[in-house]
C-alpha cells in the first residue's frame, strides 16, 4: 500500500537532506514542532453550486473549440504579460528574478487575467529560494558522507541535464538564473537566510512558508475562474526568448478544464504538506543510513525519481525504517483554523482538500470528454476519448472512495473490498510503522528437478516479498472487513485495478 511509500519516500528525503538522529531528542523534536507558529489562511473547496456555473463554462468553452481554428499569435497576449515575459527573461541573477516577482505579486490585482495567471505560478517558486543552500547543514555537517555525496551528484547532474536541454548557454541564461534561485545562499533583512538543520525546521518550513503560498496560489486561481477569462500562455517564458521561431506549439490555451486541473493540482499539494506534518519523520537520519547501506548512491538517486527497487528487498526496507523507533508516530498538535474559522485537525483538512481535489478533477473529466482534442490547448483531451469507459469508472471509483465508505469490485477478478478512508483521517493511526510487512518469504534459492539429472537451483525471485501484516491496523484504519492476510493484498489489487491510479490517497 501507498503508506509504505510515504515512509520510504521520507527516508529517502532524508537521506538526502539528513539530520543526525542521535543530536536532539523524540521530546525535542516535537516541542520545536509545537513552538513553532502554524499559520491558517482560509481557503474554498469544491462547491456544487459554484460547479454548476463551471461546468456551464467548460461546456461552452468544449462547443466553441469546435469551431473555431488554431490561429493564436503574440497579439493574444496582453501588453502586461509580454512585458512581463520579456522582463523574466532578461534576467540573469537570482536577486534581480526576486525583485520582479515580488513586483508583479504587489501589483497582482491591476493585472490583465493572462499576467495574473503567469504571476500566481511563479509565486509558487519563491517559498524555495536558496532552499540548496538553507539545507546544506542538514546533510552536509550532520549526515555521513554516503548523503553527502548522494546529494551533491544529484544536484550536479540537475545542472548538468539543465544546461544540455535548455539551448545554448546564451539563450539559457533564464533558465540558470531559475536555478541558482533555489541554489543560491541570499539575504533577509541583511542576514542570511536560516538554515533548515532538523527535521522539524524541515516540516515548519513546508506547512508555514510552502503550504501558503499554494493555499493563495489556489485561491487566486479560483477567482481568476469564477471571470472565465480567455488566456494565452507562451512557453517562451520556459524555454527562452529564441525559442519557437516558427511559433509552432508556442502558445497554447489555458481554458476552464486546464485551470481546474490546476487548482486541484494545489489543493492536492497542500492536502500533501498536511498529512506529512501530521507524522514525526524524526529519525529519518537513522533510515536513511541503512537505506544507503544497501541500495548504495546510486539506488538511493534512482529512487528519488522512480518507483524501481534496484536490488533491495521490502524486507530490507522495512528493517531500515523499523531502526528508527519514533518514525512515523501521529503528531496530534498539529490544528488549524479552517475556511469555516473552525479548529480541525491538520489530517481533517488534509481529508477535506483530497475530497475537493477529486471532486474538481472529476468535474473536469466530464467535460474533457466533449472538448475536442486539440493541441490548441495546454491540455489535449483526446486522452478522455481513448478509453471513455474505463476513465468513467475509475473516476467513478475514486470519488465514491473519498466520499466515505464504499465497496469497490475489481472487473478483472471480480472481487470486492469496503474501504473507509474518511476513518483514516478522522482518527488518524498512532503509527504508521503498523502498516509495514510483518513476515516475508525467506527462501533465497528454488529448484526444479529436470529429468534422472540433479535438482538444478535457481534463484528464487520472490525473496524478500511480505506475506504477512498487522491485520488488526488496517482493520482499525482502513480496511473495516480486513480478516486475514490475503484480504490486504487483495485490498491493494482491488485498489490498483479499480483507480487506475488516477490519485493519491496517501495509502
Same mark, same amino acid.
Given at each position: 500500500?501507498?503508506?509504505?511509500?510515504?515512509?520510504?519516500?521520507? !527516508?529517502?528525503?532524508?537521506?538526502?537532506?539528513? $539530520?543526525?538522529?542521535?543530536?536532539?531528542?523524540?521530546?525535542? @523534536?516535537?516541542?520545536?514542532?509545537?513552538?513553532?507558529?502554524?499559520? !491558517?489562511?482560509?481557503?474554498?473547496?469544491?462547491?456544487?453550486?459554484?460547479?454548476?456555473?463551471?461546468?456551464?463554462?467548460?461546456?461552452?468553452?468544449?462547443?466553441?473549440?469546435?469551431? /473555431?481554428?488554431?490561429?493564436?499569435?503574440?497579439?493574444?497576449?496582453? +501588453?502586461?504579460?509580454?512585458?512581463?515575459?520579456?522582463?523574466?527573461?532578461?534576467?540573469?541573477?537570482?536577486? &534581480?528574478?526576486?525583485? #520582479?516577482?515580488?513586483?508583479?505579486?504587489?501589483?497582482?490585482?491591476?493585472?490583465?487575467?493572462?499576467?495574473?495567471?503567469?504571476?500566481?505560478?511563479? *509565486?509558487?517558486?519563491?517559498?524555495?529560494?536558496?532552499?540548496?543552500?538553507?539545507?546544506?547543514?542538514?546533510? +552536509?555537517?550532520?549526515?555521513?558522507?554516503?548523503?553527502?555525496?548522494?546529494?551533491?551528484?544529484?544536484?550536479?547532474?540537475?545542472?548538468?541535464?539543465?544546461?544540455?536541454?535548455?539551448?545554448?548557454?546564451?539563450?539559457?541564461?533564464?533558465?540558470?538564473?531559475?536555478? =541558482?534561485?533555489?541554489?543560491?545562499?541570499?539575504?533577509?533583512?541583511?542576514?542570511?537566510?536560516?538554515?533548515?538543520?532538523?527535521?522539524?525546521?524541515?516540516?515548519?518550513?513546508?506547512? =508555514?512558508?510552502?503550504?501558503?503560498?499554494?493555499?493563495?496560489?489556489?485561491?487566486?486561481?479560483?477567482?481568476?475562474?469564477?471571470?472565465?477569462?480567455?488566456?494565452?500562455?507562451? =512557453?517562451?517564458?520556459?524555454?527562452?526568448? %529564441?525559442?519557437?521561431?516558427?511559433?509552432?506549439?508556442?502558445?497554447?490555451?489555458?481554458?476552464?478544464?486546464?485551470?481546474?486541473?490546476?487548482?486541484?493540482?494545489? +489543493? =492536492?499539494?497542500?492536502?500533501?504538506?498536511?498529512?506529512?506534518?501530521?507524522?514525526?519523520?524524526?529519525?529519518? &537520519?537513522?533510515?536513511?543510513?541503512?537505506?544507503?547501506?544497501?541500495?548504495?548512491? %546510486?539506488?538511493?538517486?534512482?529512487?528519488?525519481?522512480?518507483?524501481?527497487?534496484?536490488? @533491495?528487498?521490502?524486507?530490507?526496507?522495512? %528493517?531500515?525504517?523499523?531502526?528508527?523507533?519514533?518514525?512515523?508516530?501521529?503528531?496530534?498538535?498539529?490544528?488549524?483554523?479552517?475556511?469555516?474559522?473552525?479548529?480541525?485537525?491538520?489530517?481533517?483538512?488534509?481529508?477535506?482538500?483530497? *475530497?475537493?481535489? /477529486?471532486?474538481?478533477?472529476?468535474?473536469?473529466?466530464?467535460?474533457?470528454?466533449?472538448?475536442?482534442?486539440?493541441?490548441?490547448?495546454?491540455?489535449?483531451?483526446?486522452?478522455?476519448? !481513448?478509453? /471513455?469507459?474505463?476513465?468513467?469508472?475509475?473516476?467513478?471509483? #475514486?470519488? $465514491?472512495?473519498?466520499?466515505?465508505?464504499?465497496?469497490?469490485?475489481?472487473?478483472?477478478?471480480? +472481487?470486492?473490498?469496503?474501504? %473507509?478512508?474518511?476513518?483514516?483521517?478522522?482518527?488518524?493511526?498512532?503509527?504508521?510503522?503498523?502498516?509495514?510487512?510483518?513476515?516475508?518469504?525467506?527462501?533465497?534459492?528454488?529448484?526444479?528437478?529436470?529429468?534422472?539429472?540433479?535438482?538444478?537451483?535457481?534463484?528464487?525471485?520472490?525473496?524478500?516479498?511480505?506475506?504477512?501484516?498487522?491485520?488488526? !491496523? @488496517?482493520?482499525?484504519?482502513?480496511?473495516?472487513?480486513?480478516?486475514?492476510?490475503?484480504?490486504?493484498?487483495?485490498?491493494?489489487?482491488?485498489?490498483?485495478?479499480?483507480?487506475?491510479?488516477?490519485?493519491?490517497?496517501?495509502?
Amino acid at each position: 500500500m501507498r503508506i509504505s511509500r510515504f515512509l520510504a519516500g521520507v !527516508a529517502v528525503f532524508s537521506f538526502m537532506f539528513g $539530520a543526525s538522529y542521535a543530536l536532539a531528542s523524540f521530546d525535542s @523534536y516535537k516541542k520545536e514542532l509545537a513552538a513553532s507558529e502554524k499559520v !491558517a489562511i482560509t481557503y474554498d473547496v469544491f462547491d456544487a453550486a459554484k460547479a454548476k456555473k463551471q461546468i456551464a463554462q467548460m461546456k461552452k468553452e468544449a462547443k466553441a473549440s469546435r469551431k /473555431v481554428a488554431s490561429n493564436l499569435t503574440e497579439n493574444d497576449l496582453s +501588453e502586461s504579460a509580454k512585458a512581463m515575459i520579456q522582463e523574466i527573461l532578461s534576467k540573469t541573477e537570482p536577486e &534581480a528574478l526576486d525583485q #520582479v516577482l515580488v513586483a508583479y505579486d504587489n501589483k497582482y490585482d491591476s493585472l490583465p487575467a493572462d499576467a495574473q495567471f503567469i504571476t500566481l505560478q511563479l *509565486q509558487t517558486l519563491r517559498p524555495f529560494r536558496g532552499i540548496l543552500y538553507r539545507v546544506k547543514p542538514y546533510f +552536509e555537517d550532520k549526515a555521513g558522507t554516503l548523503a553527502h555525496s548522494a546529494i551533491l551528484t544529484s544536484f550536479k547532474n540537475l545542472a548538468a541535464n539543465l544546461r544540455w536541454l535548455l539551448d545554448a548557454p546564451e539563450r539559457s541564461r533564464h533558465a540558470v538564473a531559475f536555478f =541558482n534561485y533555489i541554489a543560491q545562499p541570499y539575504l533577509i533583512d541583511k542576514a542570511l537566510a536560516p538554515s533548515l538543520d532538523s527535521e522539524a525546521k524541515i516540516q515548519t518550513w513546508m506547512f =508555514n512558508k510552502v503550504r501558503p503560498v499554494m493555499i493563495t496560489a489556489n485561491n487566486r486561481m479560483q477567482s481568476l475562474s469564477e471571470k472565465n477569462p480567455r488566456i494565452v500562455w507562451d =512557453n517562451r517564458i520556459i524555454y527562452g526568448a %529564441d525559442s519557437f521561431q516558427d511559433n509552432i506549439d508556442r502558445f497554447k490555451l489555458v481554458g476552464e478544464i486546464e485551470r481546474q486541473a490546476l487548482i486541484a493540482s494545489y +489543493e =492536492n499539494t497542500v492536502s500533501q504538506i498536511n498529512f506529512l506534518r501530521s507524522y514525526s519523520i524524526y529519525g529519518a &537520519a537513522t533510515v536513511s543510513q541503512k537505506l544507503g547501506e544497501v541500495m548504495g548512491i %546510486d539506488s538511493v538517486i534512482g529512487t528519488m525519481f522512480s518507483s524501481t527497487r534496484n536490488g @533491495y528487498t521490502l524486507r530490507e526496507l522495512r %528493517d531500515a525504517i523499523k531502526s528508527a523507533p519514533h518514525f512515523g508516530k501521529h503528531l496530534a498538535d498539529c490544528k488549524i483554523i479552517n475556511q469555516q474559522r473552525q479548529s480541525v485537525t491538520c489530517m481533517r483538512e488534509s481529508y477535506e482538500l483530497l *475530497q475537493s481535489s /477529486v471532486k474538481r478533477l472529476a468535474t473536469a473529466w466530464e467535460i474533457a470528454k466533449e472538448r475536442p482534442g486539440s493541441n490548441d490547448f495546454a491540455f489535449n483531451t483526446a486522452f478522455a476519448q !481513448a478509453d /471513455v469507459a474505463r476513465g468513467d469508472i475509475n473516476v467513478q471509483n #475514486v470519488v $465514491a472512495v473519498v466520499e466515505g465508505p464504499t465497496t469497490l469490485r475489481s472487473a478483472i477478478t471480480g +472481487e470486492y473490498v469496503k474501504f %473507509d478512508i474518511q476513518k483514516f483521517y478522522d482518527t488518524p493511526p498512532t503509527n504508521l510503522q503498523d502498516f509495514l510487512p510483518q513476515s516475508f518469504d525467506n527462501l533465497k534459492e528454488r529448484q526444479v528437478n529436470l529429468g534422472k539429472k540433479r535438482p538444478v537451483k535457481y534463484r528464487n525471485y520472490f525473496y524478500g516479498m511480505p506475506e504477512t501484516w498487522k491485520i488488526d !491496523a @488496517y482493520r482499525e484504519a482502513f480496511l473495516p472487513d480486513a480478516q486475514n492476510n490475503d484480504d490486504i493484498l487483495k485490498a491493494s489489487r482491488i485498489w490498483a485495478h479499480s483507480a487506475g491510479g488516477m490519485v493519491r490517497l496517501n495509502l
